[in-house]
């Protein structure tokens, strides 16, 4: 090879050649990534886009491509809030009420469980403590027909309670609670909580309680987003229409697209509808992430 | 309780706590008192628990062992009844074939994208980490309306690309009844990637910087310390993904079912389509308890085989230890 001499000052041929090679190595890591990227916003870019088309749009415009004349206010909106008397604002609302109810209970009874596993010694914790773990090894849909089974005969079906009671049962959150308790709480400050003169439960609700929030913050939105995603147990124990979170709702709604004579609507309605059910998650979504992310590694990377 | 349960973890290293010792405390007669707070702090978990975990659990078993026909104790009936259910094992095997595919595919996705993200050629960490997120936030059935449109040739042009291209025969027709279910692995592997690699990426950012630091000055390209360095110290997490996606994959019900009413894929692909089937279509609740209980030791069945076959492949409890 007939390499000239480099001229003085510049930098080594080496130099330079790693560098070009860390260039394209950037470069080859970089498309991956935005290769992967793009398999997860195309089709919610293209929900977007679908919203703001009608029926006819849908099947005549280029799926990409926004249409020259929107449909999204007045036509879509109006369309997906009137059709079937309104049926789509309750389902939000009602995703709203399950979500934020079952989240709060969970959050609740879990950190109250996690405390006093963490900081007291009783008989039977142990007991608890293997219950508590047990039941994460049972998958959970395969309580859920036994479940309604079970509802039935307390009549408690077709209920907000029913709902919201068994997905407030949260043995992860408790697992999770008590590991947190033990790590963030020193048994000190709540001995000298004691000496104060607080009760037990003051001394979880004032002391330990603020040193628990960013805990109890992953607790919340793990079960409220769980809830909101929710689909098979709301669907097996509710019936009446109102009652519906949105996706028993939008799923009654997609079930009735290909039947003759009623799709005409239908179709903007359930992407619009999907849209709207997915927004404010997706919206919050870059600050709450920290928050979940923490929860889902937790099982991940602790203990032996 | 969709697929994959938000954020539950479902079969977990024993916990620390279970081996510590509660804090001891010196009077004896405040031990008693303190104990009996910290059992009544427990008390509204129980409750709830006992009433809509064990209750329906139990009530499964029971009714499992009973008559469709007279509702008295009827032995093993519906258990013959389910292991002689052609339809119930052909979804049981189809499951397994999709795990078998769609598991590894996304797993191995999920790994190559934390440890890129990992890797000082990442630019956007943050921004890319996010974005693969996203999809957490997005309810399987919102997924699988998503994708049901996207995969429907009326709908999306892409799918007629390869007939103008003289590839195929007409657009292609991925919810036909020979590629739904890889539509289906398509839709799982777009909702679950992102919650993998996130938490793959918790654990890489585990790893000691020493170890790291220490490769580099010995010369190891940054390909070799992934190989080398990084994945023996996450086998453990991708050990815990597997599990967690396994048991997800035999849970599978949310996608199958919004994709049949798009585009009438069928309603027995999964054996909880079909337990909600036998439970609903055709009113036989002892049958259908008895599959829930077949499915649920299914489940913990595969869960051990493969957590048996990988402990003794890659040991992963004796790799070193990530995290606290």
Redesign the interface.
């Known amino acids: 090879m007939t390499v000239p001499s480099p001229p003085p000052l510049a930098p080594a041929p080496g130099a330079y050649r790693t560098r070009l090679a ?1 260039r394209t ?2 470069t ?3 498309a ?2 935005v290769l ?2 793009a ?6 870019y ?2 977007v886009i ?1 919203s703001s088309k009608n029926t006819s749009q ?2 005549s415009t ?3 491509l926004p249409p020259s004349h929107p449909s999204w206010w007045p036509a879509n909106f109006s369309s997906l809030f009137t059709y079937e008397s309104g049926d789509y604002k309750w389902w939000l609302l009602n995703s709203f009420i399950y979500s934020s109810v079952t989240a709060t209970l969970a959050t ?3 950190t ?2 996690g ?12 007991a ?4 508590v ?1 047990g ?16 509802e039935h005969y307390m009549g408690l079906t077709n209920s907000y309670q029913g709902v919201i ?8 959150g ?2 999770f609670m ?2 947190y308790v ?1 790590d963030a709480v020193p ?1 000190t400050i709540i001995e000298s909580a004691r000496i104060d003169g607080s009760g ?2 003051r001394a ?1 609700w004032q002391i330990a309680r603020p040193m628990l929030a960013p805990g109890m913050a992953t607790l919340f939105l ?2 409220f ?2 809830t ?6 709301p669907l ?1 124990l509710l019936g009446t229409e109102t009652r519906f979170p ?2 028993v709702g ?2 009654a709604w ?2 009735t ?2 039947e003759a004579g009623a799709g005409q609507p239908l179709y903007s309605n ?2 619009l509808g ?1 849209l709207i ?2 927004l404010p ?2 919206v919050l ?2 600050f709450l ?1 920290k928050y ?13 | 309780m969709a697929v994959q349960g938000v954020g539950e973890p479902a079969a977990l290293p024993a916990p620390p706590l279970a081996g510590r010792p509660a804090p001891r405390v010196r009077r004896p007669a405040h031990q008693s008192r303190r104990g009996r707070s910290g059992f009544a702090m427990t008390a509204p978990f129980l409750g709830l628990f006992s009433v809509f975990f064990v209750g329906p659990l139990i009530y499964s078993i029971v009714l499992s062992l009973r008559s469709p026909l007279t509702g008295n104790y009827a032995g093993l009936l519906n258990y013959r009844a389910t292991f002689s259910n052609g339809g119930y094992w052909s979804a049981v095997v189809r499951m397994a074939y999709f795990g078998l595919v769609q598991v590894t595919a996304m797993i191995v996705l999920a790994i190559g994208l934390a440890l890129l993200l990992d890797s000082p050629y990442c630019r956007g960490r943050r921004l890319f980490s996010l974005v693969y997120f996203l999809p957490f936030a997005v309810p399987g059935v919102i997924a699988a309306l998503m994708w049901g449109f996207l995969l429907e040739p009326d709908l999306d042009v892409l799918l007629k690309v390869p007939h103008f291209l003289g590839l195929a025969n007409g657009a292609v027709q991925p919810l036909d009844y020979r590629l739904s279910l890889y539509s289906i692995m398509l839709i799982v592997t777009w909702e679950w990637t992102g919650y993998n690699m996130t938490i793959l990426l918790t654990s890489l950012t585990n790893v000691p910087r020493q170890v790291l630091e220490a490769a580099k000055v010995d010369g190891a390209s940054e390909l070799a310390v992934a190989a080398r360095i990084k994945l023996p110290m996450i086998r453990r997490t991708v050990v815990f993904i597997a599990i967690l996606s396994i048991i997800g994959t035999l849970q599978l019900f949310n996608e199958p079912v919004i994709l049949n009413e798009v585009a009438s894929i069928g309603n027995s692909l999964t054996p909880n389509q079909i337990i909600y089937n036998t439970a609903f279509a055709f009113g036989n609740e002892q049958a259908a308890a008895a599959q829930s209980v077949v499915l649920a030791l299914i489940t913990i069945v595969a869960t051990a085989a493969f957590y048996g076959i990988v402990r003794r492949r890659v040991n992963p409890l004796a790799s070193t230890r990530v995290g606290r």
């Not at chain 1, 398999?39 to 919610?44: R, S």
């Not at chain 1, 405390?115 to 142990?126: H, I, P, S, T």
């Open positions: 860390k190595k950037t080859v890591t970089t991956f990534l992967a990227a398999y997860v916003l195309i089709p919610i293209w929900l679908a849908l099947f280029n799926t990409f609740a009874v879990s109250l469980c405390y006093g596993l963490a900081k007291y010694n009783f008989a039977g914790r142990r608890v403590f293997g219950l773990l039941s994460l090894m049972v998958p959970a849909t395969a309580l859920v027909v036994p479940l309604f089974l079970l009671l068994p997905l407030a049962v949260y043995p992860f408790v697992y008590a590991i033990a048994d037990e439960l979880l793990l079960s987003i769980g909101w995603n929710n689909y098979f147990l097996v949105l996706t939008l799923s997609a079930s697209l290909n359930v992407i999907s059910s997915v998650m997706l979504f870059p992430q979940v992310a923490r929860g889902l590694s937790f099982g991940a990377v602790t203990g032996e």
